[in-house]
């Protein structure tokens, strides 16, 4: 069964890189048909889909967030990485990693527990 | 960049009732359209795929519906587990993702 774990700093100094690491197991990440993506949930609020990267390293990303996004994957690894330079206290959120599947019209069918992200000096 | 607009944003309900909830999007998105549920400091999960089909394990008294800008949620017959908060997604486009704003589900 496939399962996805982020794993990265709880706290990051404002103007810094937050940078997340998502690992897949039970699975392999260069099956045809899967996006790998990161998504975020600021406290009390609603799902922001932060961008989605394919194995081949196309990548796709949020406008409102492109300019300080980068997703990149390891395959050898299995695993997919987040970075979001120059943080604020508004890049405070839990960051989930997901796999979006084509046999499920690419809904989000799998997603790791999350990790909590804190921007403070 | 195609908007999703959630109606209510919370709902007070019984265990027992039958409850609808509604996504529109800003165009058309043919059955583009994910539901989730997401208890609280849990990850969400997919509930509904493709509009209308139930993902595997999903208890069958969710139901999904609609095509184009319109969908609709609905569960049969709440019981305790569901309450919780349901998002719909738009994934018509894989250049960008988008989310409605939520639902809040409560017990009454």
């Known amino acids: ?10 706290l990051v100094k404002p103007s810094e890189t937050l ?3 998502c690992t897949v197991s039970g699975g392999s990440i260069s099956t045809r048909g899967y996006f790998w993506g990161w998504i975020r949930q600021s406290p009390g609020k609603g799902l922001e889909w932060i961008g989605n990267i394919y194995h081949s390293g196309s990548t796709y990303y949020n406008p409102s967030l492109k300019s300080r996004v980068t997703i990149s994957v390891d395959t050898s690894k299995k695993q997919f990485f987040l970075k979001v330079s120059s943080v604020n206290a508004a890049d405070t959120a839990v960051y989930y990693c997901a796999r979006s599947s084509s046999d499920h019209f690419y809904g989000m069918d799998v997603w790791g527990q999350g990790t909590t992200v804190t921007v403070s000096s | ?18 409850v609808i909830i509604t996504c529109r999007a800003s165009q ?4 583009s359209l994910n539901w ?4 609280p400091g849990k990850a969400p999960k997919l509930l509904i795929y493709a509009a209308s089909t ?3 394990g ?6 999904g519906s609609g095509s184009g800008t319109d969908f609709t949620l609905t569960i049969g017959s709440l019981q305790p587990e569901d309450f919780a908060t349901y998002y719909c997604q738009q994934s018509f486009s894989t250049l960008m993702y988008t989310f409605g704003q939520g639902t809040k589900l409560e017990i009454k």
């Not at chain 1, 069964?1 to 709880?10: D, H, K």
């Open chain 2, 54 to 56: 139930l993902q595997s």
């Open chain 2, 1 to 18: 960049d195609i908007q999703m607009t959630q109606s209510p944003s919370s709902l007070s309900a019984s265990v027992g009732d039958r």
């Open chain 1, 1 to 10: 069964q496939l399962q996805l774990q982020e794993s990265g700093p709880g």
């Open chain 2, 28 to 31: 058309s998105i043919g059955s």
């Open chain 2, 58 to 63: 999903v208890p069958s008294r969710f139901s």
């Open chain 1, 19 to 21: 940078s997340l690491t």
């Open chain 2, 36 to 39: 989730y549920q997401q208890r």
